[in-house]
């Protein structure tokens, strides 16, 4: 097999084209590794290469590498990401990049800390929030309840907390750990803080190449015996002598593309609403207590806290039975437990300020350092994209490193569209389409081909008359609009039906899909309704005068009523004859793998094991194909020069150039669909936009279905700096 293995050092990783200091490539195809993958016999061929500006040694080194891609060579990096960047920097092309056979190390390390035990805990390096190894421990799998919350403290408000347990902490994807725990290599870890800082903090490296390269050499000589190893653990588990991670790695490859590009943010305007943050975490809790008094002046930390007796006794007159508690016994004011309120005023009104204020801490003049340090001369956030950072495989940048579009909505109206337009697509309902394939439910699969899924289902059992259609959030019949009684009732209905499927997606049973259904009803509404039934409150309607002629349950004579088990179970009851065969796929799926202690793998070998709970088992076949179809429709576009400069869950948004806006649109969906119909034999659907802010008026594309009255609010703070004695 003709395969190398690459590392390399760097620096201003915040620029799109790295600084190039030096690689080392380490060439193993005239030599044999055993089997086991624990030692080499013989010792490789080693190259290094000293590159720092350096013109001319990086054009040589580049034809090298075009040399070993041209010969069908198979290179090996530990987060390929990095090496990825680093090629472009020297001069490779996005579509050279994308012709290199990658295995990468890195992947199948976190596979096995995210799916096993005897790898997820164990003696381990820690590391501390920069990134630098502090110690070595060994952590164990928790053995109950409480030793796995850890330790419980009180926080301001009031409520218990967790703090993490240092002894059940899971494993990091480090190369260390791997080394350590898989070849039973201890790297000095402090020489290599050392020699990181010494490349990252200097301009010269006189006298110290040869040190630098030898330290680069350290980690590149281990990285072919660790892979090998990797995969015949993984072949054990996955009972699959062909077991590979090419098409995975790709997506490393990808992702390099990607942070190359990086996303264009409007710097000037996120300084100035950075100026504004001492002033704004205090207006907006004035705001809410303009009416409902849940924030109290703390004078000591000299800001607003939420007064959880205010929050409490208001909860006490309304929900005091069925709101959810803490274990203390305490009501739970988790921002998603409160999210389930939307129709309470109040509850909403503390819930979004929290949110705003949860996501306004990563703009703070404290935290803004963090992101301009990710921010290039070009004016692109750079930043890790945490790839395979979930169970289903899904990135997970972080947005206090600047990451966007995971932060409140309006904060994406930031992305900079001045001298080029932003396109975006994204699957629509695709969870639908996707249990329909896997399963092969035909019920599903008409469902999703209807205009709208849930629409259809609640009409297979007579929540929904037939003939009513859903077009722009509002309900017709023979093409004219309904009454606004029936509308807002509809769409109600349509809410619960829709938390119903999502819940039996994740796997929820009776008792967790009682309160969700119970407050779905509100989910779908729009703004124009809720003014309707916030209308009908002014005039004195108590909360049950409200809602009671828009009652989902129609006439039917459903066990337990509003808010309990048996009325959730009787909704799980419906979905399941409504959808036998996922509900029989699921359930065998499921039984399978607990029984004979196996594995679920997607089509590109990324998997879950039996050790994960029976309700995240069957989510894990729709979430993760819709990432394998994410990550396919990423390399197609990439390879015919779409500039993708994010991901978002199943979205993909790119820069296009002014006048390409419609035909690039075009072209991503076709991708888009394309990519659906490799994996599922179906023809998905994909919706896309066109993205721009109008920063004179206040209005943006980002926020017309989100986040418009928040953008209200703020746009005008985004537009100038704070005056100091403001």
């Known amino acids: 097999m003709k395969v190398i293995s690459i590392d390399?050092?760097?620096?201003?990783?915040?620029?799109?084209?790295?600084?190039?200091?030096?690689?080392?490539i380490v060439d193993y195809t005239h030599w044999?590794?055993?089997?086991?993958?624990?030692?080499?016999?013989?010792?490789?061929?080693?190259?290094q290469y000293w590159l720092y500006q350096d013109t001319t040694a990086q054009n040589k080194f580049i034809a090298e590498i075009r040399q070993y891609i041209d010969d069908d060579y198979t290179i090996v990096a530990f987060y390929g990401v990095a090496e990825g960047r680093f090629l472009l920097s020297c001069g490779l092309t996005n579509q050279e990049l994308l012709k290199i056979k990658l295995l990468d190390p890195f992947i199948a390390w976190k596979m096995l800390i995210m799916n096993y035990s005897k790898y997820k805990y164990g003696w381990m390096v820690i590391e501390?929030?920069?990134?630098?190894?502090?110690?070595?421990?060994?952590?164990?799998?928790?053995?109950?309840?409480?030793?796995?919350?850890?330790?419980?403290?009180?926080?301001?408000?009031?409520?218990k907390e967790l703090v993490v347990n240092k002894k059940t902490k899971k494993m990091t994807a480090s190369l260390a750990n791997a080394l350590f725990r898989i070849l039973g290599i201890d790297i000095n870890v402090t020489h290599k803080n050392v020699m990181r800082e010494l490349i990252l903090d200097n301009d010269t490296y006189t006298g110290r190449e040869e040190e630098i390269l030898n330290y680069c050499a350290e980690d590149a000589i281990y990285l072919v015996p660790l892979y090998s190893k990797l995969a015949d653990i993984i072949k054990g588990y996955t009972k699959n002598q062909g077991f590979e991670i090419k098409q995975l790695s790709r997506w490393m490859l990808c992702n390099a593309i990607i942070t190359t590009t990086g996303i264009p943010v409007n710097v000037e305007k996120l300084k100035n609403f950075s100026s504004h943050y001492e002033n704004i975490k205090n207006e907006l809790p004035e705001r809410c207590n303009q009416t409902?008094?849940?924030?109290?002046?703390?004078?000591?930390?000299?800001?607003?806290?939420?007064?959880?007796?205010?929050?409490?006794s208001y909860i006490d007159t309304k929900y005091a039975d069925t709101f959810p508690r803490t274990k203390t016994g305490q009501y739970s004011l988790k921002s998603d437990v409160l999210r389930k309120y939307k129709m309470d005023e109040a509850l909403y009104a503390l819930q979004h300020t929290g949110n705003i204020l949860d996501s306004l801490k990563n703009i703070r003049p404290i935290a803004i350092n963090k992101i301009e340090k990710n921010i290039g001369s070009d004016g692109r956030i750079r930043i890790l994209l945490s790839e395979f950072g979930t169970i289903s495989g899904r990135n997970t940048a972080k947005p206090s490193q600047g990451y966007l579009l995971t932060m409140s909505t309006f904060m994406r109206t930031l992305i900079e569209d001045d001298c080029y337009s932003i396109v975006g697509a994204d699957y629509s309902a695709q969870e639908f389409g996707l249990q329909g394939a896997i399963s092969g439910d035909q019920n599903l699969i008409q469902a999703y081909y209807s205009s709208d899924p849930y629409t259809w289902f609640a009409q297979q059992v007579g929540f929904i008359p037939n003939g009513v259609e859903r077009m722009m959030g509002h309900y017709l019949l023979a093409g004219v609009p309904i009454s606004k009684e029936s509308d807002i009732k509809y769409n109600q209905t349509r809410g619960l039906f829709k938390s119903l499927c999502l819940g039996v997606g994740y796997g929820m049973g009776a008792s967790k899909l009682a309160m969700s259904l119970t407050l779905a009803r509100v989910n779908s509404l729009s703004g124009e309704e809720k003014d309707y039934i916030s209308q009908l409150r002014i005039k004195g309607k108590t909360e049950e005068e409200i809602i009671k002629p828009y009652k989902i349950y129609g006439e039917k004579n459903l066990p337990g009523g509003i808010n309990k088990k048996a009325t959730a179970q009787y909704y799980l009851d419906v979905f399941n004859s409504t959808f036998p065969d996922y509900t029989r796929w699921k359930k065998e799926m499921v039984n399978n793998i607990e029984t004979n202690h196996s594995i679920y793998t997607l089509p590109d070998n990324w998997f879950i094991s039996y050790e994960h709970q029976s309700n995240t088992l069957p989510n894990f076949p729709v979430q993760?194909?819709?990432?394998?179809?994410?990550?396919?429709?990423?390399?197609?576009?990439?390879?015919?020069?779409?500039?993708?400069?994010?991901?978002?869950h199943d979205a993909i948004y790119i820069i296009s150039k002014p006048g390409c806006e419609k035909t690039d649109m075009l072209l991503l969906k076709k991708i888009m669909v394309e990519a659906g119909r490799k994996y599922t034999g179906m023809e998905l659907r994909v919706d896309a936009s066109i993205y721009a802010t109008d920063w004179l008026n206040g209005i943006s594309d980002w926020t017309k279905d989100k986040g418009s009255s928040d953008f209200k609010i703020f746009y005008e703070k985004m537009n100038k700096p704070s005056i100091p004695d403001e």
């Open 32 to 47: 044999s590794i055993p089997q086991s993958g624990n030692s080499v016999i013989n010792q490789p061929t080693t190259k």
């Open 292 to 312: 409902y008094k849940f924030f109290v002046w703390d004078e000591r930390k000299k800001k607003y806290t939420r007064s959880y007796n205010s929050i409490a």
């Open 8 to 24: 390399t050092e760097f620096k201003n990783s915040q620029e799109k084209y790295l600084t190039p200091v030096c690689a080392v």
């Open 128 to 159: 501390d929030e920069n990134g630098k190894f502090e110690e070595k421990i060994e952590t164990h799998q928790p053995k109950d309840e409480s030793e796995k919350d850890g330790l419980w403290v009180e926080n301001d408000l009031g409520e």
């Open 624 to 648: 993760g194909t819709a990432q394998v179809i994410l990550r396919e429709a990423v390399y197609q576009a990439l390879l015919i020069g779409l500039e993708i400069f994010a991901t978002l």
